[in-house]
């Protein structure tokens, strides 16, 4: 999809302004209330379809932002178009991101995670407790989970036999870090579950000319309903995780803000779930190649005696 102008002739609209990116889409201008997203067939027209409903079911009466809206979904050539309405606001590239001062920086991260707070405030009827949304099932398969707990040790023991031979040559005792970490896991016991994002970071987000957060975008491929605090770990590390900003650390900034919220054993949470996330997403993109960006990022906090210390 990178020659994008062949795309839109594909589509029969050569004319449209593209406004940004997603890792399975790329998005367009369409009218002055519409954007147009184009992905390849591969991610799947119930999948698109299943989005749809839970975009509609989602109840944000107790939230200050917005959330996507998908008005239609059509097969035109190879390619599906999703139209969604226009949501307000400057996304957080990390364009936009470098071009801030220390300030305005701390402004939109003081947004970010409040908001971050709040998604477990949103309500659906779409989705049981522990159910993926994402029918592709890339990081949870999708299944009958019993529990919380369940859906995390499953698709964690998964990922880890996919790949069992890159872990045990990258990973200091991979074996043992993951026994350590389900029986972490089977510790916990959650009596209440919340609507979980799972892919929020700032390019996922719109901020109005005051930097306040106006919408919540994209979600999908780690929605479910579970555990919040897994939310606000994915959120703390997403906030810049190549730290691509360099006036100050970003995730030192909103880690300092969730310690001000959650207390010492909540945030102990908080660094399993990194660990989780790392070992499910290291082969996210399906390289096979040891040297890939985020697989690398994924070991080095597999190795991390910060985030391996949740399970001691």
């Not at 119930?46 to 959330?67: G, I």
């Not at 989780?276 to 990022?297: R, V």
Request: aromatic share 12%; charged share 25%; hydrophobic share 40%.
């Amino acid at each position: 999809m990178q020659d994008y102008k062949k795309l839109l002739q594909e589509i029969n609209s050569p004319d449209l302004k593209l406004v940004g990116k997603g890792w399975q889409c790329l998005v367009f201008e369409y009218t002055k209330e519409t954007i147009i997203k184009v992905y390849g067939t591969d991610i799947g027209k119930k999948n698109l379809q299943r989005l749809m409903k839970f975009y509609n079911s989602l109840d944000t009466t107790n939230v200050e932002f917005s959330t996507p809206e998908i008005l239609s979904i059509r097969k035109i050539g190879s390619k599906l178009v999703v139209t969604e309405k226009k949501l307000q606001g400057t996304c957080l590239t990390t364009t936009v991101l470098k071009n801030m001062t220390e300030t305005e920086l701390k402004k939109t991260l003081n947004s970010y995670v409040e908001v971050l707070f709040n998604i477990q405030k949103i309500k659906t009827d779409l989705l049981d407790k522990a159910e993926p949304l994402d029918l592709k099932g890339k990081f949870f398969e999708v299944r009958k989970y019993s529990n919380w707990n369940n859906l995390l040790i499953y698709n964690l023991l998964n990922k880890y036999k996919e790949s069992e031979r890159i872990f045990g040559g990258k990973v200091d005792n991979a074996g043992l870090l993951v026994e350590g970490i389900i029986q972490t896991l089977r510790e916990i016991s959650l009596s209440s579950y919340r609507l979980i994002h799972g892919d929020y970071f700032p390019a996922n987000l719109l901020v109005d000319d005051d930097l306040k957060v106006q919408a919540v975008l994209d979600f999908g491929i780690l929605t479910t309903v579970g555990d919040p605090l897994f939310d606000i770990a994915l959120g703390w590390t997403f906030s810049d995780m190549y730290d691509e900003i360099k006036i100050f650390s970003l995730k030192d900034y909103v880690g300092d803000i969730i310690k001000n919220r959650i207390t010492k054993s909540s945030f102990r949470l908080l660094k399993l779930y990194v660990l989780i996330y790392s070992l499910i997403s290291a082969n996210m993109y399906e390289t096979n190649d040891p040297n890939e960006g985020h697989f690398t990022w994924a070991i080095r906090n597999l190795n991390s005696p910060f985030y391996r210390s949740s399970i001691d």
